[in-house]
C-alpha cells in the first residue's frame, strides 16, 4: 500500500472514530486506575469494589468526551437525546462492568498479576466489546 493509501485509511471515519476512542479510553483508564489504586490503598476498599466504583466514574467521563469529540458528527445535542445517550452508554458500559471484573479476577486470582496490572489489561479487553456497542446502540453509527 502507497502512502496515499495509507492516508486513505486513516482518514477514513471509522478510523477515526476508533483512535478517538482508544485517546478517550486511554485517559479514562489512567483515571480509573488512579481512583482504583486512591480507593484501595488510601480508602481500604476491597479492590473489586474499588474497581466498580471507579468504573461508573469514567463510564461519565468517557460519555462526555467521547459525546463531544469521538462521535462530534452524531452527538447528542438536544437534553432528551443527552440523557438518552448517557443512558444508553451506561447500559452497554454497564452490561461490561461484569466482564471487566471477572477479568480483573482471573487474572489476579489465576494469573497473579498485580491488581493495577490486570486491571489495565481488563480494560483493553471489555474495551472492544465497549467500542461495538457504543458506536452502534449509543451513538447509531453503522
Known amino acids: 500500500m502507497g502512502d496515499s493509501g495509507y492516508r486513505n485509511v486513516t482518514k477514513h471515519p471509522t478510523f477515526v472514530r476508533l483512535y478517538r476512542f482508544v ?15 486512591l480507593l484501595v490503598e488510601y480508602g481500604g476498599l476491597n ?6 466504583l471507579a468504573i461508573e466514574l469514567t463510564i461519565i467521563l468517557q ?23 448517557l443512558l444508553r452508554t451506561n447500559v452497554v458500559r454497564g452490561t461490561a462492568i461484569p466482564l471487566q471484573l471477572g477479568l480483573l479476577w482471573a487474572f489476579v486470582n489465576w494469573a497473579g498479576l ?6 489495565g489489561f481488563a480494560i483493553f479487553i471489555s474495551g472492544l466489546y465497549r467500542y461495538y456497542l457504543d458506536s452502534r446502540w449509543t451513538w447509531q453509527i453503522a
Open 63 to 85: 460519555f462526555f468526551a467521547n459525546n463531544a469529540w469521538t462521535f462530534q458528527h452524531s452527538r447528542h445535542h438536544a437534553r432528551s437525546d443527552y440523557l438518552v445517550g
Open 23 to 37: 485517546v478517550v479510553g486511554a485517559s479514562a483508564a489512567l483515571v480509573q486506575t488512579a481512583v482504583l489504586w
Open 114 to 119: 498485580m491488581y493495577l496490572l490486570a486491571n
Open 47 to 52: 479492590y473489586l469494589f474499588a474497581a466498580t
